[in-house]
C-alpha cells in the first residue's frame, strides 16, 4: 500500500490478554504524525499498517489481573508508556524511553483497540463525565505540548511567538495563554488565524508581516519564547532570529528524516539563545494533560472541526492535505 491510501477491513474482535483492557473506540483524532504518514509515509509509522493514537472508549473487556478497569468504565489513553527497565528510564527521562517507540499502539482508527498492560498500568486513565469523548482523546496532543512548556517557566507577560497554526501550535497558545503570557501567532491560513484569534491570541499575522510585527510588539527585542510548531527545516533556522537575547526556540515540529539546519554562531553565542529540542512526552505529562482537561482549564472543542465515521477515514485527510479544518474526529 502506497501513502494516500486508507483501507478500512474487517479483523476478528481481539481478546485481551493478561493486564490488557479491550476498548471500543468512541473517538480517534487525526493528527498531524498521521498527516505526514497519509502524505508521504512516517518513519514511526510502518505501511502498510494502522494508525490512529489520539482515542478514547468504552472498556469492552479487561484481562485477567487487571484490577482498575471494568467493563463499562469510561477511559482515556495515549498510545505509549516507558518500559521501566532502560537507562532512560533509569534516567526517569521516560519520553525518550529506548523501547516507547516499538512498544506503541497504533489503530485507533478502529471499533476496537487492545490496550497492552505497560500502557494499562501508567497511562490508560478515567474519563471524567464532564467531558466528551472527542475532548477526552486530546489527551494525548496536549500531553506532549505541556512536554514542550515543563521546565521553561513561562510568567504572566513573557512574550510568546508560535510558529504554525495547526493543532499542536493551537495547544501551544491555549496552554501559553492560561500561563498569562502574550501571545503571538503566525501561520498560513487565514481561517486558522482567525481561530487563533478568537482562542485568544494577542496578535496574529502572516508570515509577509511577520518582521514588522515582532519589531512592534517587543519593541524592537524579540520574543522570550519561540515556539516551533511546523517541522520545516527553514523555519528551525528562521526561528532563531524571532528570539531575544536570552531567549528560548523551542524546536517541536518533526522535520523530514535526514535534514540538517544551520545557524549564525555569532547569535547563538553572544546572543545566548537556547534551542531546545522537544519529544513525546511522560507520564506525568498525561497525568497533568489530563487534569487540565478535567478541570476545564483548556478548551479545545473548537479545534475539532467536524466528525466522521470509520467508512469516510479517507473524507478528513483529504481536507487535511489541502489545509482545510484542524482536526477531525473519527467516530467508529
Ligand atoms: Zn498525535
Ligand atoms: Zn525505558
Redo the contacts with the bound molecule.
Sequence with gaps: MQPGTVEVKDIPTPKPAFGEVLVRVLAALTCGTDLKAFVRGHPMIPMPGLFGHEFSGIVEEAGIGVRSFKPGDEVMSVHTA?????P??AMKLYNL????MHTKILGAFAEQIIIPQHIVMQNLLHKPPQLSFSEAAFLEPLACVVHGMRGLNIKKGDSVLIIGTGSIGLLHLLLAKLKGARVMITGLERERLETARHLGADKITLPAQLVENIAILTAGLGFDYVFECTGQVTVWEDAVNYTRRGGTVILFGGCKQGTVASYNTYRIHYDEITLKGIFHFTPADVKESYKLLSDGMINVTSLISGNYPLEKIHEPFEKLSRGEGIKYAIMP
Excluded: A, G, R
Aim: charged fraction near 20%; hydrophobic fraction near 10%; aromatic fraction near 10%.
Design positions: 516507558p518500559c521501566q527497565e532502560c532512560y528510564c524511553c529506548e523501547n516507547i
